[in-house]
């Protein structure tokens, strides 16, 4: 009786301890199931989160590709290609330029934000308190011409910057890895940047009452 009741009480033993054994296993494989579907949202999120930059980026002409931010518009005009051309090239803004069949290569001499037309409330001072150059590309057509900036650099004037110190854009606006927008260039610089440059490279119209 007592190795009957012995055998018994093992066997029940025995069923708790591989019940427990695998309540736990099936815990551990639930527990990991969880984590991989986490680690897919997560990658998930980020993925969202960076194609929602890349469009408000774009929403202010802004382009990230291989690392390197381009700021891209097209304009329509009345003027012909030529005319376009002599109004860059008369217009004071460029170091040097070159034509090629229908492009203009163009080097740009160091600008300036105008904070008077950006504002200056919460603007980091990167942005207001350093200049910009860059190399510029100007596609041209009939009545139509594309700007392409890129290689756009900042320099300092000894506020923030060393005087004659240079940064690049990317530098200050995008993460280590050169892949993702910081979430500050949104907040201010890339529209402030993008008044700035379509206030320099837009050809005005004049108006009837100009002479």
């Known amino acids: 009786m007592l190795v009957k009741s012995y055998q018994k009480t093992t066997q029940f033993n ?5 019940f427990a054994f695998k309540k736990r296993m099936f815990c551990l494989l ?3 199931f969880k984590k991989k579907d986490m680690k897919y949202i997560l990658i998930a999120f ?3 989160s960076t194609l929602f930059a890349n469009a408000q980026a774009e929403s202010d002409n802004f382009y990230l590709s291989e690392g390197i ?3 891209k518009k097209v304009y329509e005009t009345t003027l012909s290609k030529d005319d376009i051309i002599k109004h860059f090239k008369a217009s004071g803004l460029f170091w040097s330029s070159e034509l090629v069949a229908d492009t203009l290569f163009c080097k740009l001499k160091q600008q300036r934000v105008d904070p008077t037309k950006t504002g200056v409330a919460g603007v980091p001072d990167i ?4 200049a910009y150059k860059g190399l510029v590309k100007i596609e041209l057509k009939d009545k139509k011409y594309r700007v392409i900036f890129n290689n756009i650099i900042l320099v300092g004037d000894g506020e923030i910057l060393k005087k004659g110190e240079e940064q690049t854009l990317e530098y200050n606006f995008l993460t280590k890895e050169n892949t993702e927008y910081r979430p500050g260039f ?4 890339s529209s402030i940047y993008n008044i700035t440059f379509n206030e320099l490279f837009e050809i005005k119209s004049k108006s009837k009452d100009d002479w």
């Open 14 to 18: 025995f069923s708790l301890i591989f």
């Open 186 to 189: 949104l907040k201010k610089p």
């Open 69 to 71: 931010i381009s700021w």
């Open 46 to 48: 980020f993925a969202v």
């Open 30 to 32: 639930l527990l990991s």
């Open 127 to 130: 942005v207001n308190k350093t």
